[in-house]
């Protein structure tokens, strides 16, 4: 049979082989250390279990509304108003099936075929990927290392062309953990309004910061930019919730209503429970995510400084998620490897160390590294990593 032109677009995730071999060395017995997760190696909270059980108890086990129960519609619309000083209605906002399924949706719903969707390098892998899904062109801006992976207004400006509906921004960032400050968002802000360019803002990482810099929600520096931004977000980073699979998106009614209609013929609704979990999740109090947070930056602190101490790897320290994406080019080099994705397949294999190659994430000079595991096993993983390197110098 032959597939859909759609599905031929597709690029593999650049982490399918190294996962798969580190799952087959683990398989085999041997202590690998996975550096490669996405996601919080804590469990939900027990107050969102309970409600998740007691919801199920109750009988709270059918169809909702396809944008999300009105409970939970508001809990966020309350979040947005206490952490982003933002208003929204009920109207403004659809629960969906994890933040990715927003995404998705999103674009299926702006994009015609050929139109463009900046995207700057380095990015999250799913991004290109959706674009092209819906018949977009992804376009890359390389968010280059020395200015801490952020991109210039300038950079912007210069690749928006009739056919650019959107921009993503994603701060904190994955894989970079990299964060746009507030003079940062208006500059930006600003050229996509001059050109009528939608701001899509994904803010999946909010809750983990680890500097003085406030997270701060482009949407809420003006009203001009409310109405030009949909908004990103979900518990699954924040809460340690990504299987309930609940997320969200804030914006226009003009879009978050064709949203809801698309989202009713693809998933129907998002899972009752994980609905009722994350309403609980937002209602009650706060103190595992802070001690979730402050635990991440413990490992941080350390794994950085351990990272910076081996020779041909330099990094730039992050100010949020739960990544740390050094350069490893030097290291490469050094070692005899002719690309980054040769070098971490021989430090799988030799050290069991699984480390995510930056190909995939349009930086192919750089590694991802997730600080979502022990403090033990991270600083295992850095002697390993700086055994190979210095086993491997000519």
């Known amino acids: 049979m032959e597939l859909a032109n759609r599905v031929k677009t597709l690029t593999p995730s650049a982490t399918l082989a190294i996962t798969a071999k580190a799952n087959e060395l683990k398989g085999q017995g041997h202590d690998v250390i996975g550096l490669g997760a996405g996601e919080p190696d804590f469990n939900t909270p027990t107050y969102i279990l309970d409600a998740a059980e007691e919801a199920m108890r109750n009988g709270l086990t059918k169809y909702t509304p396809s944008g999300g129960i009105p409970a939970l519609k508001q809990a966020i619309i309350e979040k947005f108003a206490r952490d982003n000083g933002l208003t929204y209605s009920s109207d403004n906002v659809i629960v969906t099936t994890g933040a990715k399924h927003a995404l998705y949706t999103l674009f299926q719903v702006i994009l015609n075929k050929g139109d463009e969707v900046i995207v700057p390098a380095p990015y999250w892998v799913s991004y290109p990927e959706q674009v092209k ?100 977000n979900g518990v699954s980073k924040s809460h340690a919730m990504t299987g309930w699979r609940i997320g969200y998106a804030a914006g226009p009614v003009g879009i978050i209503k064709p949203m809801t209609s698309l989202a009713s013929h693809s998933t129907s609704n998002p899972t009752s429970i994980a609905q009722y979990a994350a309403l609980a999740a937002y209602r009650a109090y706060e103190q595992p995510v802070e001690d979730m947070r402050r635990v991440f930056s413990e490992r941080l602190d350390v794994l950085y400084e351990l990272l910076n101490d081996i020779p041909g790897i330099s990094c730039v320290k992050p100010k949020g998620a739960f990544y740390l994406f050094p350069n490893v080019q030097n290291a490469v080099k050094q070692t005899g490897y002719d690309t980054v994705d040769d070098w971490a397949k021989a430090l799988l294999e030799e050290e069991k160390v699984a480390l995510v190659p930056g190909t995939g994430f349009g930086a192919p000079e750089n590694v991802r590294l997730s600080y979502a595991v022990s403090m033990d096993a991270l600083k295992e993983a850095a002697e390993r990593i700086k055994r190979f390197v210095e086993n491997h110098q000519s």
Do not use: W
């Open 133 to 232: 899904l819906a018949e977009g062109t992804p376009v890359f801006i390389n968010a280059e290392e020395e200015n801490n992976f952020k991109v210039t207004p300038e950079q912007l400006r210069k690749v928006i062309t009739p056919k650019t509906k959107a921009v993503v921004i994603n701060s904190p960032s994955n894989p970079t953990g990299m964060m746009y400050n507030r003079q940062e968002l208006q500059k930006l802000g600003e050229v996509c309004l001059e050109h009528n360019v939608l701001m899509v803002s994904d803010e999946i990482y909010e809750k983990l910061i680890y500097s003085d810099d406030p997270h701060v929600s482009v949407a809420a520096l003006s009203d001009e930019f409310k109405a030009n931004t949909i908004i990103i």
